[in-house]
């Protein structure tokens, strides 16, 4: 039976009747705006192949796009069922820029996916040694992203060092190892007026870059990949649509 409120009656006054009513609509709108319960593992089972794990990355992020994540894997249950034992299966390497998480851009939760990141998605040892790890044995991740995005500070910091410098940028501390690493792509890249435009068209070079890099600095890497076992997969990421253009390289 649902229960009604009659403000004409005895009883109650009609303000303190009103404002119960009030309270009631206010705690009503409150719960529809709060966001639904992170899912628990779901019944799909895991992508096996490339082409499985990047079709499972591609219908996330477009879920994340638009405002349909469905937050899999991320409520108490799932996070004790994988606390003995971790199957991901992928690797997304991305940049530290607090606007990119890849678990967020590409709805995935605990125990679905390894995470490296650093400024401009730039590589060294122990990362490259880190991605070895989930390429090989027992991980054997099917796909391996490299994760750039629009707007990437790091890429700006280093354009506009190597414009004030072109043989010689400079950066302050250990910010150089990372100016060092992406002023190649600068200097290769092609001169546009937009400032902006530019540093997003030397993201997309730099991804693909660090794509090829990382196949031929790796032999763990490339045996997988020529084994058709695992991709290397560059990807930008827009700040502001929220989508992830698979194509960075325009093919």
């Known amino acids: 039976m649902t229960a009604t409120f009659d403000v004409t009656t005895a009883g109650p006054s009609r303000r303190s009747l009103l404002a119960g009513a009030g309270a009631l609509a206010t705690l009503s709108a409150l719960s529809a705006c709060a966001p639904a319960p992170a899912a628990e593992h779901e019944d799909a089972p895991a992508p096996t192949t490339p082409e499985e ?11 994340f796009a638009a405002g349909e994540a469905h ?5 108490v249950d799932a996070r004790t069922d ?12 991305g940049c530290v820029d607090s606007r990119v998480a890849p678990e967020l851009v590409f709805d995935q939760g605990i125990g679905d996916i390894f995470t490296t990141r650093t ?12 991605m070895e790890f989930a390429v090989g044995s027992p991980y054997e991740v099917p796909a391996l992203i490299i994760l750039g ?7 700006t910091a280093t354009v506009d060092a190597v414009a004030a410098d072109p043989e010689n940028p400079q950066a302050p501390g250990e910010v150089a190892d990372i100016v060092d690493e992406i002023a190649p792509v600068v200097r290769d890249a092609a001169s546009l007026a937009d400032q902006s435009e530019f540093v997003d068209s030397v993201v997309r070079a730099n991804t693909v870059a660090v794509a090829e890099a990382l196949v031929e600095r790796s032999a763990i890497i490339r045996a997988a990949v020529d084994a058709g076992r695992t991709r290397v997969v560059p990807a930008v ?4 649509t929220g ?3 698979w194509s960075p390289a325009g093919s």
């Open 53 to 63: 794990a990047l079709g499972t990355l591609r219908a996330g992020n477009e879920r």
């Open 149 to 155: 995005h629009t707007g990437c500070g790091a890429v």
């Open 82 to 93: 994988v606390a003995g034992h971790q199957t991901p299966w992928a690797l997304v390497h």
């Open 237 to 240: 990421y827009d700040l502001e």
């Open 119 to 130: 400024a401009g998605a730039v590589l060294d040892d122990t990362l490259v040694g880190s």
């Open 243 to 245: 989508l992830v253009d």
């Open 71 to 75: 937050h899999p894997n991320q409520g």
